[in-house]
């Protein structure tokens, strides 16, 4: 919506049915050339796994979890990896090229920055980990998996849409 | 045949780029479009996903029907019903309190946002977080809920593609439509010029 004061570098985001045919060809383009879908906390536990193996190699090798991942080398530079370096510059060009490109602390204005920083915190921290009981977040479990027509991948967006919104209810987040 | 498996760095940085370019594209990379969605104001999130999983798993299986697909040669998570359950719960509300997911926060990170470093250091955390407490108890939530007889909808429940592909094109113009009823009532999707300026008090 143009306001008298809007800026006009700042260009409107893409429809939602346009994002979503386009993300749904991305998606489709990726299990076509890789087997499998696009993901997000992989990269996160494969940063753990890597940077584990490098600094306590032992520890990491003994882990019930992270041992059997670091059996095979380093997971560092997986295709995981790679994908979540191309969503950095893929989002970082859009929002250049959209006049979207603002550097701030988000949620300032709203709940404060000392209350922002621990909400993201301790949401990052509760996604982070309930990704991995999971196996996927809403990237490899809710959009890949649903494509795909995996039971779980239902079940995983509906639990993920109910507790949002309760919790949405009960605490500010931004 | 497809797939091509191919799992090299050319193929994940492509992926990745288009990925986060369509996410950035579509608001995902401000916290206040995607909360948005849990207040109802804002149905991108529920629009743009459901649309993308429609057209993939129609193109999946026109892919498949067409000879170019192998038969379960794609990836399908493991249909442990309980972890997915306590998963998605727990990324919810990771999601409610955070303003992002994992692969949204990425997004937001590289749109210029601070607090979505903060987030992405929380996931990275509690990733390490699984690790630390992973024993016996978590072992088996990751595989609670299991179904014996498959991952997908025809091989767990025999629903065969066309009805699921055809529930969910009902399905998303459901979201469409009801989406589109609560915005206007709502106040309206989040704009571009509201996003970047980061949420204010009132929102």
Same mark, same amino acid.
């Given at each position: 919506?143009?306001?008298?004061t809007?800026?006009?570098?700042?260009?409107?985001?893409?429809?939602? $049915?346009v994002?979503?045919?386009?993300?749904?060809? &991305?998606? !489709?383009?990726?299990?076509?050339?890789?087997?499998?879908?696009?993901?997000?906390?992989?990269? +996160?536990?494969?940063?753990?796994?890597?940077? #584990?193996?490098?600094?306590?190699?032992?520890?990491?090798?003994?882990?019930?979890? !992270?041992?059997?991942?670091?059996?095979?080398?380093?997971?560092?530079?997986?295709?995981?990896?790679?994908?979540?370096?191309?969503?950095?510059?893929?989002?970082?060009?859009?929002?250049f090229?959209?006049?979207r490109?603002?550097?701030?602390?988000?949620?300032?204005?709203?709940?404060g920055?000392?209350?922002?920083?621990?909400?993201?915190?301790?949401?990052?921290?509760?996604?982070?980990?309930?990704?991995?009981?999971?196996?996927?977040?809403?990237?490899?479990?809710?959009?890949?998996?649903?494509?795909? !027509?995996? &039971?779980?991948?239902f079940?995983?967006?509906?639990?993920f849409?109910?507790?949002?919104?309760?919790v949405?209810?009960?605490?500010?987040?931004? | 045949?497809?797939?091509?498996?191919?799992?090299?760095?050319?193929?994940?940085?492509?992926? #990745?780029?288009?990925?986060?370019? /369509? !996410?950035?594209?579509?608001?995902?990379?401000?916290? &206040?479009?995607?909360?948005?969605? $849990?207040?109802?104001?804002?149905?991108?999130?529920?629009?743009?996903?459901?649309?993308?999983? /429609?057209?993939?798993?129609?193109?999946?299986?026109?892919?498949? &029907?067409g000879?170019?697909?192998?038969?379960?040669?794609?990836?399908?998570?493991?249909?442990?019903? /309980?972890?997915?359950?306590?998963?998605?719960?727990?990324?919810g509300?990771?999601f409610? /309190?955070g303003?992002?997911?994992?692969?949204?926060?990425?997004?937001?990170?590289?749109?210029?946002?601070?607090?979505?470093?903060?987030?992405?250091?929380?996931v990275?955390?509690?990733?390490?977080?699984? +690790?630390? $407490?992973?024993?016996?108890?978590?072992?088996?939530?990751?595989?609670?809920?299991?179904?014996?007889e498959?991952?997908?909808?025809?091989?767990?429940?025999?629903?065969?593609?066309?009805?699921?592909?055809?529930?969910?094109?009902?399905?998303?113009?459901?979201?469409?439509?009801?989406?589109s009823?609560?915005e206007?009532?709502?106040?309206?999707?989040?704009?571009?010029?509201?996003?970047?300026?980061?949420?204010?008090?009132?929102?």
């Amino acid at each position: 919506m143009d306001t008298p004061t809007s800026n006009p570098r700042i260009k409107p985001f893409w429809p939602p $049915f346009v994002a979503g045919v386009v993300l749904g060809l &991305v998606l !489709l383009l990726t299990f076509v050339l890789s087997g499998h879908g696009l993901g997000a906390s992989g990269a +996160a536990n494969d940063l753990v796994a890597g940077v #584990g193996l490098q600094l306590a190699p032992e520890a990491t090798r003994a882990n019930g979890y !992270l041992g059997p991942q670091v059996a095979d080398g380093n997971p560092l530079g997986s295709w995981m990896t790679w994908e979540i370096v191309g969503v950095a510059i893929g989002a970082l060009a859009g929002a250049f090229m959209a006049g979207r490109f603002r550097v701030q602390l988000d949620g300032e204005r709203s709940v404060g920055a000392g209350s922002r920083v621990i909400k993201a915190l301790a949401g990052g921290f509760l996604a982070g980990f309930g990704a991995r009981i999971a196996g996927g977040c809403t990237s490899g479990i809710g959009l890949s998996g649903s494509a795909a !027509l995996g &039971v779980s991948a239902f079940v995983f967006l509906a639990l993920f849409f109910v507790t949002g919104m309760i919790v949405s209810r009960l605490v500010k987040g931004v | 045949m497809f797939p091509l498996n191919d799992n090299g760095m050319i193929s994940g940085l492509l992926c #990745g780029i288009l990925f986060g370019y /369509v !996410l950035e594209s579509a608001g995902f990379g401000s916290p &206040v479009k995607l909360s948005a969605q $849990f207040r109802l104001r804002d149905w991108a999130v529920f629009k743009v996903m459901f649309t993308a999983i /429609v057209v993939a798993a129609v193109g999946l299986w026109l892919l498949r &029907v067409g000879g170019l697909l192998k038969p379960d040669s794609i990836a399908v998570p493991q249909a442990a019903l /309980v972890a997915a359950a306590v998963g998605g719960a727990l990324v919810g509300a990771g999601f409610a /309190v955070g303003g992002y997911c994992p692969g949204t926060s990425v997004a937001g990170l590289f749109s210029g946002r601070i607090d979505a470093l903060v987030f992405v250091v929380g996931v990275i955390t509690g990733t390490a977080g699984f +690790a630390v $407490f992973y024993g016996t108890t978590l072992k088996s939530l990751k595989s609670a809920g299991l179904i014996a007889e498959g991952d997908t909808f025809a091989d767990a429940y025999e629903i065969s593609d066309p009805v699921m592909i055809a529930i969910l094109v009902v399905a998303l113009i459901g979201v469409f439509f009801v989406g589109s009823w609560f915005e206007r009532r709502k106040g309206g999707p989040v704009t571009a010029q509201e996003a970047v300026e980061g949420a204010c008090p009132t929102t």
